[in-house]
């Protein structure tokens, strides 16, 4: 993967996904949380207005918390960069966060923990890639891999 094509990765919804989408996005909102799924709310960069998607939070052994977008450079990507905060959302609880975002080298052994626990979910997203990848291959996915810490 070159730099230019991992600056800009994104794969979008294809399929049944928008579907899907749907229905696992409108699970948190009725305080049901899939393997530990929050509805993220960040502010729209250009809109100002509340968007919200479905995502996985990793929460590491020494207690730090993160957001991966499997998907790329995503919408949601893009707004968290410019606002630098939001929401997680469970049901009628809203918790409030800031978010930095992790350099590619930082990466690794968030992305290796996030396919740990969720490959099984976003395996398709890696392109081949999985937990038992070495650290240069992670290292070398890591540019089309935002990973966010939360706090």
Known sequence: MNANSAADRYIGPSGLDPVMNRIFNLLPKLGISVAGSRLLAVR????GEWRT???NVLTTADGA???VAP??????VR???VAGSGELRLGRRAESF???????ADKIPVL??????WGWEVGKFFEGVTKNASDAELAEIAPGFPVFRIA
């Open 71 to 76: 998907r790329g450079h995503t919408q949601w």
């Open 79 to 81: 707004n968290l960069r």
């Open 65 to 67: 918390r993160y957001l």
């Open 53 to 55: 998607t479905m995502v």
């Open 44 to 47: 729209g960069r250009k809109s």
């Open 98 to 104: 800031t978010a930095a975002e992790l350099a590619d």
């Open 112 to 117: 290796r923990a996030y396919l740990e626990r």
